[in-house]
């Protein structure tokens, strides 16, 4: 059993996985926006924080730490999105999308980088999305921030390769998530990649034998494939 960190614990893939989890017998430290949502799962131990505050990726890495000693797994959930034009972007919404997306994903890779590769072994999950690998029209602001985050982490595995730690990405094209409940798109969510889907294959990546990677993972639903 491990000892896994998820963030964006408090709904879609991050819930899911927090859930199955910890059933099976994980030890799971759980972060997101809502602490009445992360109370609401009952499961594993948690800490309400925004991952975009100074300071906040140290103390959550340090809480899970404190609380199980170490953390052999991070499956890092938490992002926001962004589908507009160009043209309409303003440059707040662009340096958000780039602050959530991105350099928190970059304190927080840090962060707990840093104590798993002290330990010499760990897993560091996150979810980039299909819009990390591949472009689409009128997502620019967060097409930027999930590329950068593919590129960060792939710079991270090079600069870690010789400490025990794997990172995997996973491009996964459109999970029905309340993700969508606030994008203006027009999609089909039951044509979507269900949530348990999702987990499932992130599960395989947890489970995985230690000395193998599964370093890059896609998956989209067969009516609006991106290449």
């Excluded at 140290?58 to 938490?78: Q, R, Y």
């Excluded at 602050?99 to 760990?122: D, I, S, W």
């Excluded at 009128?138 to 960060?152: D, F, Q, R």
């Excluded at 039951?190 to 999702?198: E, H, L, Y």
């Amino acid at each position: 059993m491990a000892n896994i960190l998820i963030t964006g614990a408090s709904s879609g893939i991050g819930a899911e996985l927090a859930q199955r989890l910890s059933s099976r017998g994980d030890s799971v430290f759980l972060t997101g926006r809502s602490e009445e949502k992360l109370a609401a799962l009952a499961c594993g131990a948690h800490l309400a924080a925004d991952l975009t505050a100074p300071g906040s990726a140290e103390k959550i890495v340090a809480a899970a730490v404190e609380k199980f000693g170490s953390i052999d797994v991070v499956v890092h959930c938490a992002g926001i999105g962004l589908i507009k034009p160009a043209a309409d972007t303003t440059d707040a919404e662009f340096t958000q999308v780039m602050n959530v997306n991105t350099r928190a994903t970059f304190l927080l890779m840090r962060e707990a980088c840093k104590v798993m590769g002290a330990a010499k072994k760990g897993l560091f999950i996150t979810i980039p999305g299909i819009l990390g690998k591949a472009p689409m029209r009128n997502a620019s602001a967060y097409v930027a921030s999930k590329y950068a985050v593919t590129g960060m982490v792939k710079c991270f595995a090079q600069e870690y390769q010789r400490s025990g730690l794997r990172f995997c990405l996973f491009h996964l094209g459109g999970v029905d998530t309340p993700f969508w409940d606030k994008i203006q798109m027009a999609v089909q969510r039951d044509k979507m990649i269900p949530v348990s889907t999702a987990a499932d294959l992130i599960q395989q990546a947890i489970d995985a034998p230690p000395h193998l990677v599964l370093s890059e993972v896609v998956m989209q639903p067969e009516s609006h494939q991106l290449v």
